[in-house]
């Protein structure tokens, strides 16, 4: 089967099934741009002496704690406010 105005190699697109060509320089700039995005990551693994993977779970476990907390302290403010006004439940 020919491939009409293809001078690369094709990639096929796992979800889709699609063949479409795909420029080798367009590959080398998207993995450039995903080790520009890691970069910062791994340079404090080394710091801490982590591998990339570990450092990874540390920060989505600062951000899920971080987040958490702020909810809760969101939920106590608003409960207290609440009992300030003196509202009651459906009263408005």
Not at 17 to 22: I, L, N, Q, S, T
Not at 56 to 77: E, G, K, S, T
């Amino acid at each position: 089967m020919a491939r009409i105005g293809s001078a690369g190699p094709v990639q096929t697109l796992p979800l889709l099934g699609v063949k479409r060509p795909c420029d080798q320089a367009q590959v080398q700039a998207r993995s450039r741009r995903v080790e520009a995005d890691i970069g910062p990551l791994r340079r404090a693994a080394t710091l801490l002496g982590l591998e990339s993977e570990q450092a990874l779970r540390l920060l989505i476990l600062l951000f899920v704690f971080c987040c958490d907390l702020m909810a809760i302290v969101l939920v106590i403010a608003a409960s207290a406010r609440r009992q300030e006004r003196g509202w009651r439940d459906g009263a408005g």
